[in-house]
């Protein structure tokens, strides 16, 4: 089965620095990828998405790449502010599974800023 | 828009007790999900809809039931509620082939 997990649970950067969180998932046929970012006592807030037929997308200060050879994904972030700090975690959708859009999430990497 | 929203954002029970908890989107989107967010956990999918008038059965449906009877309400409730659905519960919603959006969430105590 699908299984999606984070190289790093923790991250900790200085104010103005970048910061790559990454990403692996197995299911090859995975054709959809999501980031979020989720606040303490927060809901998951949408950051950027990528679909398979990229390799790379920008968004404002964000970067998703996506390496389907080795199936791995990494959200970078530019010139990181303490408003970043947060718990980052990926969603991968594999079409040919179900038809409603099923998630798959990765655990989450605690991002922390420090001014 | 107002996105996604959900009420109650917090809630205590009494084991037994029954609650209902609305989530609704003003994005004209024709999925929705219900969620549970336990510590070390991540989301676990309990039912979705794919449309207005129908539900099916996610991850951890057992002890939840809800309803779909209107596109832009999605309702998840608790009959008798247990201790172990102490959690933070979240809604979210989605246009084919988009990103899912999550609601702000509710923190329900089972005492």
């Known amino acids: 089965g699908e299984s999606v997990g984070l190289h790093l649970p923790t991250l900790s950067v200085q104010e103005g620095d970048n910061s790559i969180i990454n990403c692996a998932y197995s299911n090859s046929a995975s054709d959809y990828f999501i980031w979020y970012k989720q606040e303490s006592g927060k809901g998951p807030q949408f950051i950027i998405d990528?679909?398979?037929?990229?390799d790379k997308r920008q968004g404002q200060r964000v970067t998703v790449l996506l390496n389907k050879t080795v199936k791995h994904l990494s959200l970078q972030i530019a010139a990181t502010q303490p408003g970043d700090s947060a718990v980052y975690f990926c969603?991968?959708?594999?079409?040919?599974?179900?038809?409603?859009?099923?998630?798959?999430f990765g655990q989450g990497t605690i991002l922390t800023v420090h001014p | 828009n107002a996105g996604v929203t959900q009420t109650p954002k917090f809630r205590v029970l009494k084991t037994g007790q029954s609650m209902t908890l609305l989530c609704a989107q003003d994005?004209?989107?024709?999925?929705m999900y219900w969620y549970r967010q336990d510590p070390g956990m991540g989301l676990r999918l309990i039912h979705y809809s794919v449309g207005e008038g129908t539900t099916a059965k996610g991850e951890v449906p057992d002890g939840y039931n809800v309803s779909r009877l209107k596109k832009q309400n999605f309702l998840l409730g608790l009959e008798s509620a247990a201790p172990s659905q102490t959690s933070v519960y979240f809604c979210?919603?989605?246009?084919?082939?988009?990103?899912?959006?999550f609601g702000p969430g509710t923190r329900l105590t089972v005492l």
């Open positions: 994005m004209n989107h024709e999925y």
């Open positions: 979210a919603s989605m246009k084919t082939g988009t990103a899912q959006y």
């Open positions: 969603a991968v959708v594999y079409a040919g599974g179900t038809s409603y859009g099923k998630l798959t």
């Open positions: 990528i679909r398979s037929n990229m």
